[in-house]
């Protein structure tokens, strides 16, 4: 043993000397951020109620889904009623109960969101400090803002678009089932909220195409194992389209418009510019100047986040200029 190396008690009193800052400072970053949204979501149930904001139709839309529990509804996988159905049954059948979900789901895709910034930046000395960032500005979004009073099927997809990125990021970090496994089970339920969770897929392949992984990964059986499960939780809902003559899948063609494709510029530019609204003019402006910038892509942990964020922006931005997308698509 070399003399700076120390006795095997030393050692160990010098790590827990310094496990001590690194918990304390976990314990601070948790609690401001419990705090703040605890604070940001009385503000806004205060707001909202003061407000007097009746259900918008697609609102109570849903709530007449949520009536009958089911597989599937016409425009909409069941995500969102089975959430009405609940929060209703506990809360009542008032606007605060019908919206219930979005009141919390938010919320806790903050939080899921910090536990995914530790992750990526937990050889950082302020990974505390940036995934409170993180965390903080995703809940203070323009978009998240006024998602918050209502009830959509984006409540549930972010949740779960959220929780499947955490399983992504440690399952590439450990390689260990059980977060393939719940990368699976996550893309599952985010399927059974909104379609465009598909779209997981596609950052995923472009990220490990981007990180040189795309291979090994193709010859990793817990990949495949992942998208048994999330297809094994999305087949009822399948199985519900096919015996109504695959109705929601219908519904989302006839709104994007896919069968009267048409180059537009002024669709696309349209749709551009409501992402910095949806954003916030100087988040968005900030992420695409830091995209350009070649050190984000030579960091595998900001290349990640980079294809996550770009890659629906970019297929969404397609489908605005040759049909159709609604200003949220790409949220």
Known sequence: MSPNQGSPEEQRESGMGAAFPRRA???????LLLAALALLTIWRLWARQHADVELFFDEA???????KPDWGYYSKPPMVAWLIH??????GNSEAGVRAGATLLYPLTSIVLFLLGRQLFAQSPQHDAIALAGALVFATLPVIGVGSWLITTDAPLLLFWALALLFYARALSSDRW???LG???????GLMSKYSMVFFAACMGAHLLLSGRLLAQLRNPRLYVAALLAGAIVTPNLLWNASHQFASFKHTAEISQVDRAVFDVHN???FV???FGLFGPILLTGLLLLVLRRPVWRDDRLRLLACFALVPLILFSGLALTSRAFANWAA
């Open 25 to 31: 400072a976990l314990l601070r970053a948790t609690g």
């Open 61 to 67: 839309y849903y709530w007449a889904w949520a009536q």
């Open 86 to 91: 609940l929060s209703t049954a506990l809360l």
């Open 178 to 180: 059980r977060d393939w």
């Open 183 to 189: 990368l699976g089970t996550a893309v599952g339920l």
């Open 268 to 270: 696309l530019l349209s």
């Open 273 to 275: 510019g409501a992402q």
